[in-house]
């Protein structure tokens, strides 16, 4: 609304309250888009009566009254439309976008979410000193589920998998499907202790719920925990995916963890 009311005061000041009704669009598209449909309708009544009040006492000399308010109520009617619309598209871009970094198999996010998501974390880790954790997963002989039970049960464990690690998770944790039987949980202000208890939990519940036909499904997990935040997300991916391999190359079903601390 200060928005249009300077807007308003400019076409004064200038001289171009002619074309105000045109100028005044602009904070209605942007209390659609960053605001609500309700805002948006708001600020066309507002813009719609603020026209008007502009137009008649600045600039209309003669004429009917009734002429001014037949022009406002279709200045309204544009700018009701006008918030419709842009609320609409603001819906549409959202579920679009929510679409391109999600997986859709498991509804986890997929590579593309990941690194945005892990992108945030380390901006927020270096403005405000807090540490963060990322668990690397990874299904132990997947291949030999889809080999020997076919993939139907192969998409059911993973679709399991998701679930449960979204449901095990707090709200603010992040669950990724960063490869075909592997996983990324970003944790966010979590320390070493709290997130190897979670994990621990975790993967204990994965190996209690998840089951395939005569097939055994268990996880290896790397866990690294920064206390700095890693200069790119390549560097923590690395460190993460080596605590992974050391469980997987060695009996697997484990978890393997550690803290990484920049040399910085």
């Known amino acids: 609304m200060l928005l249009a009311i300077t807007l308003s005061l400019l ?68 700018y009701f439309i006008l918030a419709l619309l842009i609320t609409r598209f603001r819906g549409f871009h959202r579920e679009e976008k929510r679409a391109a970094d999600t997986d859709k198999l498991t509804g986890a996010l997929n590579h593309r979410g990941f690194y945005a998501e892990f992108a945030n974390e380390v901006i927020r880790s270096a403005r405000y000193g807090h540490t963060f954790s990322l668990a690397y997963i990874d299904i132990d002989d997947f291949k030999l589920i889809n080999d020997k039970l076919g993939h139907n049960i192969g998409d059911d464990v993973l679709i399991k998998t998701v679930r449960i690690l979204q449901s095990s998770l707090r709200s603010t944790d992040s669950v990724s499907r960063i490869g075909g039987d592997e996983f990324a949980c970003l944790l966010p202000e979590t320390g070493y202790e709290e997130a190897n208890l979670a994990l621990i939990k975790l993967r204990d519940k994965l190996s209690e719920k998840i089951g395939a036909p005569g097939v055994m499904v268990n996880y290896s997990i ?6 700095r935040p890693p200069d790119d997300v390549k560097q923590a991916m690395a460190a993460a995916d080596k605590m992974m391999y050391s469980v997987k190359n060695n009996k697997k079903n484990g978890i393997s963890s550690c803290v990484w601390r920049s040399e910085k």
């Open 11 to 78: 076409a004064v000041f200038f001289g171009f309250v002619i074309s105000l009704s045109a100028y005044l669009a602009i904070p209605i598209v942007l209390a659609g888009w960053y605001g609500s449909k309700r805002a948006g309708y708001i600020v066309a009544v507002f813009s719609s009566f603020l026209w008007i009040y502009v137009y008649y006492l600045d600039v209309i000399t003669e004429g009917f009254l009734s002429d001014y308010l037949y022009a406002d109520f279709m200045n309204l009617i544009a």
């Open 222 to 227: 790397g866990l690294v925990t920064f206390e």
